[in-house]
């Protein structure tokens, strides 16, 4: 990362992204490779980062975590993201797409229970949009809940829910009215371990192997009516601000696995020789070197931008924030294909970290909402034909 880029952060961010920075270095990095080839989920470095704050960014301190806010979560994101795609999903699981949700939407009772437990990782969160047969039309749910005296009783399946199989708790969005389609929807926490819910592993998937992913099923799930949040059939408004939150963490972490991608990169160029010189002395190589530069900066920028207006208080800036998912998440793919070409054959191997940084990057254009969903919102802003920031 560039020095001038730090004159945008104050002596706190600086600190931080210093400690993070270190920790990612130190204790991830040296497993990383061995923990995505044994497909094995590191429960103890989520403690880790949760004993180090790091949860905590957009979090009031009276329910556990720091108020260091928005700009301070996305640089931790990338710092994590940089050195492991995996673990990078732990800022949305335990922070913007459940705790975050709580904090905004949920009872006074639900803050004081779930969210200190999702800030020091006691409890490890979920959250369930998709289902087999709605992925980016998330209106056509089918995920019933039903009214029962003092609880709703929940019935269906949710698909690629990250962490399904290792959670305790999960924000479910589910249909109290089928009928009135997405004024229908409601959002609700459930308890992972109730009778009733089960989990499948998606054990074979392209990258993030160290990353549990599942299928979540609710046979006759019993909830309590005290742990809906927000209101019934605001589901799907609630549904739409938490993405404003995690596709902020989707971006940043984008950034992450751009900067890995460069750093890669630069080393091996320095190192390689080929006809008597390192290949960094040639154009050509820098050339590429510079693009990866670019986009990794450009990226970056729109992330900040995206954070620093929520630091204001433009906590539901969908615009800026698609624009920041759409580029970084583009550049997340595209970043490392970059490196691989730099790399060229030994890029091919998993002796070098290029081939896992470029796995665990495709995932970004898919997640929190698909590339051309995002393309769709700010094109629709731009038309002037739906506003994206109301
Ligand atoms: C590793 C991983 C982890 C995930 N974790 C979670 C999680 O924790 N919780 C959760 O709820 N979900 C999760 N998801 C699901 C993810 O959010 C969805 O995959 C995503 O929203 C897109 O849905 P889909 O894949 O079903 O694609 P579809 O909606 O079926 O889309 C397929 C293609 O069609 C395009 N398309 C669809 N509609 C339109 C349109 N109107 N105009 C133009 N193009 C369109 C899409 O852009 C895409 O290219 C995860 C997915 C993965 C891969």
């Not at 050509?284 to 900040?304: C, K």
């Amino acid at each position: 990362m560039s020095d001038e880029y730090d004159v945008e952060l104050t002596e706190e961010h600086i600190m931080l992204r210093d400690m993070v920075r270190k920790f990612a270095d130190n204790e991830i990095a040296p497993v990383v490779d061995k923990d995505e080839n044994e497909h094995r989920f590191q429960r103890e470095l989520v403690d880790k980062m949760a004993e180090l704050g790091l949860f905590g960014c957009p979090i009031p301190e009276e329910y556990g975590g720091n108020n260091m806010g928005y700009l301070a979560h996305a640089i931790v994101t990338e710092e994590i993201g940089r050195v492991s795609g995996s673990l990078r999903v732990a800022f949305n699981m335990q922070t913007m797409g459940t705790a975050l949700s709580i904090l905004r939407w949920g009872s006074e009772e639900l803050k004081r229970k779930y969210i200190p437990e999702l800030m020091s990782a006691k409890m490890l969160g979920c959250f369930g949009i998709t289902e087999p047969d709605a992925g980016s039309d998330t209106a056509a749910m089918s995920t019933t809940a039903v009214r029962d005296g003092d609880h709703y009783i929940l019935n269906g399946r949710k698909m690629w829910i990250t962490w399904a199989p290792v959670a305790d708790m999960a924000i479910i969005f589910a249909m109290t009215d089928k009928k009135a389609k997405h004024k229908g929807m409601s959002a609700f926490v459930m308890d992972m371990h109730s009778p009733g819910v089960s989990t499948i592993a998606i054990k074979e998937k392209l990258g993030l192997w160290a990353c549990p992913t599942g299928e979540v099923i609710m046979e006759d799930v019993k909830v309590p009516a005290g742990n809906l949040v927000g209101q019934e059939g605001h589901g799907f408004g609630h549904l739409m601000q938490e993405l404003v939150s995690t596709r902020l963490s989707a971006a940043a972490g984008g950034v992450g696995t751009c900067q890995a991608a460069v750093d890669a990169a630069i080393k091996y160029a320095t190192e390689r020789r080929q006809f008597g010189r390192a290949i960094a002395d040639y154009q050509m190589v820098q050339e590429v070197i510079a693009r990866m530069v670019v986009e990794t900066e450009a990226a970056r920028a729109l992330v900040w931008r995206c954070a620093i207006q929520k630091d204001r208080g433009l906590i539901n800036n969908m615009r800026e924030t698609v624009i920041a998912k759409f580029y970084a998440c583009r550049a997340a793919d595209e970043v490392p294909n970059l490196g691989l070409e730099v790399l060229s054959a030994y890029g091919y191997s998993n002796e070098y970290p290029i081939a896992r940084i470029l796995r665990d990057g495709k995932v970004y254009k898919i997640l929190e909402g698909a590339t051309n969903i995002m393309k769709m919102i700010i094109a629709t802003d731009a038309l002037g034909i739906k506003k994206a920031n109301r």
